[in-house]
């Protein structure tokens, strides 16, 4: 600007387009390293979101997987339990279906008696909370 | 191999003489039992729970009167061997 004045003012006109134009090309070089910048960074962004997406969709499918083969697992060893009661409370039933057949008397006592027991504590049960 | 005699019956235990004098004759009790173990197991075993609840101690001490009785003629039929003899 000092130049302007000191030079007249014919140099100054002539001047002045120029620095127009040195500063439209810096503001152009300006916008486009904000530009290439902006540009980067969202590429960088937008690498780390789909990475952690994939991160992400991994653990889940393996958790899901780990959740199935446990499941499975209880349920095999539900199942196996289940049986070997079942198979246990065959034989004890099937055993006490063979006393009572070869004793009969004595098993038909036996349950009356307990029976009996079990009315009398449930009797003396009622009495004890009424007292 | 006790409880059987030669021809394949079973012995009549004590416990089966007592349910036939209790029981009437035209029950069948005993073949009751033996077509229907665990039915006639619950079905004795409720009997005796309601028994026990309505007349539990009356049934204690009637019991317990014609044990002591029993004993006491056992004893006193004992003594009066002994002594005799």
Do not use: C
Not at chain 1, 15 to 20: C, I, K, R, V, Y
Not at chain 1, 103 to 123: D, Q, T
Not at chain 2, 33 to 58: C, E, N, Q, T
């Amino acid at each position: 600007m000092a130049d302007t004045i000191e030079n007249g003012p014919a140099e100054g006109a002539e001047s002045a387009p120029e620095g127009e134009a040195e500063g439209v090309v810096s503001a152009r070089d300006r916008f486009q390293r904000l530009s290439s910048e902006v540009q980067s960074r969202y590429q960088r962004v937008s690498e780390d979101v789909k990475r952690g997406a994939e991160r992400a969709s991994k653990e889940i499918r393996r958790g899901t997987e780990r959740a199935r083969e446990r499941y499975g697992e209880v349920a095999d060893s539900a199942r196996e339990r289940y049986s070997q009661v079942r198979e246990r409370t065959g034989d004890l039933s099937r055993d006490i279906a063979h006393y009572v057949r070869d004793n009969p008397g004595r098993s038909v006592l036996i349950a009356a008696g307990v029976g009996f027991l079990v009315g009398l504590l449930v009797r003396a049960g009622r009495r004890d909370d009424e007292g | 191999m006790e409880d059987f005699l030669d021809d394949g019956a079973p012995h009549p235990s004590t416990a089966d003489d007592l349910l036939d004098e209790i029981l009437p004759e035209e029950l069948e009790w005993e073949r009751l039992v033996r077509s229907y173990p665990l039915p006639a197991l619950a079905v004795a075993a409720a009997g005796g729970f309601l028994l026990g609840l309505s007349h539990g101690p009356a049934l204690v001490a009637a019991v317990s009167s014609y044990l002591a009785a029993q004993v006491t003629r056992r004893v006193g039929e004992a003594l009066g061997q002994d002594l005799g003899a």
